[in-house]
C-alpha cells in the first residue's frame, strides 16, 4: 500500500480505539480512523523502507514471545535506515517492586477481582489473560538486538533519546510503563 501522506511518514502499531492524527494507525481491528486492518504477524502492507518511525504502545505484550521475533522484523522492515522504533511496555519491574513494598495501591486491579497484593501483582502482570509476554528492559533489549535493531536505549515518559519531535506523543500509561526507542 501507498500512502501520499507527507514526511515524516509515522506509523501506530496497536492503535486500538485511539488512531492519531498524522500517523498510519495499525490495528486488527477495524474501527474509524485505522489505516491498516489486519494481523501484523502476517505482515504490513507497506513498502520496505517506507516509515520514517513507529510507536507501539502496549502492543508487544499482548503478544505470544514466539510471534514478538517476527513482528520486530517486520517493523524493522518497514523502517527506513535509521528509523527509530518507540516502545512503551508494562514495567514487570516496577509491579514487583510495588508488591515487595507491599504498596497495593500501585495496581490498577480492583479488590472484588484480587484482594492481596501478590494476587494484584499476577493479574496486572497478566492484565486478566490478555499479556501474554511480560516484559524488562533487558528482555526488551535482547529481542531489539536480535531483530537487528541497534542505539537501543531506554527512555523515561515523554522523553526521547531520537530527537523526533512528536515521537512521546502517544506515550501515556506512565505510573506502569517503561519507554525504549531503537534503531532500524
Known amino acids: 500500500m501507498t500512502f501520499t501522506r507527507p514526511w515524516p511518514r509515522r506509523l501506530q502499531l496497536g492503535c486500538g480505539p485511539h488512531p492519531a492524527p498524522g500517523w498510519i ?9 485505522v489505516d491498516l486492518v489486519g494481523d501484523i504477524r502476517q505482515g504490513l502492507a507497506l513498502e520496505s523502507r517506507s516509515v520514517d518511525h513507529a510507536v507501539a504502545i502496549h502492543f508487544l505484550q499482548d503478544l505470544f514471545w514466539p510471534d514478538i521475533p517476527g ?35 500501585y495496581f ?21 489473560g490478555s499479556v501474554h509476554t511480560p516484559f524488562n528492559f533487558e528482555l526488551a ?13 531506554r527512555c523515561a515518559f515523554r522523553e526521547s533519546a531520537s530527537g523526533i519531535e512528536g515521537i512521546t506523543a502517544l506515550d501515556n500509561r506512565e505510573r506502569e510503563s517503561f519507554f525504549v526507542e531503537a534503531r532500524a
Do not use: C
Request: net charge negative; charged share 25%; no cysteine.
Open 25 to 33: 494507525n495499525t490495528d486488527w481491528s477495524d474501527a474509524p480512523g
Open 141 to 153: 533489549q535482547e529481542l531489539l538486538q536480535d531483530a537487528g535493531f541497534h542505539d537501543i536505549r
Open 71 to 105: 513482528v520486530l522484523r517486520e517493523i524493522r522492515r518497514v523502517l527506513r535506515p535509521g528509523g527509530v522504533l518507540r516502545l512503551g511496555l508494562p514495567d514487570m519491574e516496577r509491579a514487583i517492586a510495588a508488591w515487595q513494598r507491599g504498596d497495593a495501591g
Open 108 to 128: 490498577y486491579v480492583p479488590d472484588e477481582h484480587a484482594r492481596s497484593v501478590g494476587a494484584k501483582l499476577v493479574a496486572q502482570l497478566i492484565w486478566y
